[in-house]
């Protein structure tokens, strides 16, 4: 716990992912390669600000999700349902927001990135006003890179990307 709460306290606008959690979703990525996946991140925000965060769950895109060389739509049944396990075994997890691969790809954020960031901080459900976006490059000589952004005034804001393999 002492370890956590180090890491909450991290300045603004990182992003803090251990390294299994890592390790779940660059697999989720590679496993759809060459086709785009994604899905959600739950964790805890690190700060008053909220533009911190400790990412400790991701969930992928689900069984029945569509993946295409340049999208996917996720099996929302099925990611609803795998949320409702998490909070069953951790209450305090929040919707931070989601995450999706670019294979052969880079780390830029797309303008159809920065538009689903700014649908989810207008969605009443989603209660994240400061979604995080996650982007996994995965390339074919099978190196990758991380970018997060967190959407702050209407537009993605770079944080930076920290992996932790004490949480």
Do not use: C, K
Not at 62 to 78: M, Q, S
Not at 92 to 119: K, M, N
Request: charged fraction near 15%.
């Amino acid at each position: 716990m002492r370890r956590l709460q180090r890491v909450l306290s991290r300045p603004a606008a990182s992003l803090t992912i251990p390294g299994t959690t890592l390790a779940t979703l660059l697999a989720d990525g590679w496993a759809s390669w060459p086709m785009e996946t994604g899905g959600l991140l739950l964790g805890h925000r690190a700060n008053h600000h909220g533009l911190g965060a400790v990412a400790v769950r991701v969930i992928g895109a689900g069984p029945e999700a569509r993946h295409e060389r340049y999208g996917f739509t996720p099996d929302a049944a099925w990611q609803a349902e795998q949320v409702a396990v998490a909070w069953t075994q951790d209450n305090a997890l929040e919707y931070l927001g989601d995450w999706h691969t670019h294979p052969a790809g880079t780390t830029r954020f797309s303008p159809l990135d920065h538009a689903t960031a700014r649908t989810i901080a207008a969605a009443p459900l989603a209660r994240q006003p400061n979604p995080i976006m996650v982007v996994a490059a995965l390339q074919a000589d099978l190196s990758s890179r991380i970018a997060a952004g967190v959407l702050v005034n209407g537009r993605l804001r770079d944080m930076a990307v920290m992996m932790d393999n004490d949480l």
